[in-house]
């Protein structure tokens, strides 16, 4: 695409005020973002969905208003800032990113070094679901334990059947850590085949597409699977109803790291809680696991390959018109999603 044929305006999905659903409205003459010196101009396909963007809306995470919602999209490039020669890009390039710059529109002026080449073998929509969800649970299961879990010992992932954790057990396995793996009856064949040694299924709350916590000892079966010792590391994405499970599951020297919200946040836990195991926990974010260029290419390098050779089975769940925006957000929140959801722009 030709700079003189780049609109004023654009469609974008804007928050103005943060809340409920409501929140967002569709706006269909939004500014067209001005490329900067160290941007890329993308006309998106696709926009990711993720629970940040619920917080962002509903205002329990922190942005200035007025926003366009969404921190994860693909597209082409269309337009080059001064500086970007560094990256290796091109008008007419098929990319994907992750950036606080606004998704849900058509198009969006990026860093260029937040910006990664769609492997022609993996196609748009499974690079995207790559992205946040594939990166995170890259960091949680390389990094983020800090090497306090080794091959071969048992590591605890909840909601093996939904996004993020559906490849934090795939990767769990890759590194050779054995996996105990929940899931909802609800999410249970979603679950990919090989991702866990032991999998305990839960009810379904009633009335709802998450699990009941309480429907199962959770605990009790973690020490039987583990001639109690309980687990070295685990990969806890729900919060709320989770987090007194999960420190009751760690081994000696296991590490709990907390690092969603799913059920609501965590409460806060007296540091004391974890001197009988010696415990450590953790509560990190993506941005500091993809930090550099260098480790941004590192990770999404290494979940394509896996993607590419078939160790890691990627779900798009839903694929959502952009107009179905509040639709889309409503579905995430109701817990019900397996795998990606997207907004087609
Ligand atoms: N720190 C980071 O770097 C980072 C990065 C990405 C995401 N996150 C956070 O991690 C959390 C999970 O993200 P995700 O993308 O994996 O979400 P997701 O695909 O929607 O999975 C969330 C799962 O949590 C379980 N859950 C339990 N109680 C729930 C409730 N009340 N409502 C909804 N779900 C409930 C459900 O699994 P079951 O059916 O098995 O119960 C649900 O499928 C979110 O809080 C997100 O913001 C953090």
Known sequence: MAESTIPDTMKAIVVKETGGLEAMTLDPSYPVPKVGDNQVLIKNEFAGLNFIDTYYRSGLYKQACPFISGQEGGGTVVALGSKTEDFGLQVG?????????????????????????????IGMEKALACMVQGLTAHYLVTDAHAGLIQKDQWCLIFSVGSGTCQWAAQIAKVRGFKVIGTTSKSKADAVPKGACDELIVLDTAEGKSHSDYTSVDIQKKVMEITNGDGVKCIVDGVGQSTSDISIQCLARRGIWISFGNASGPVPPVAIKRFTPKSAFCTRPKLGDYMATREELEYRANDVFGLVSNGKLDVKVDTVFSVEQARDAHEYLESGKSKGKVLLRI
């Open 93 to 121: 390039d098929k990319v994907v990113y992750v950036a606080l710059v606004g998704s849900y529109c058509e198009y969006s002026a990026v860093p260029a070094s937040k910006v990664v080449k769609v492997p022609e073998s």
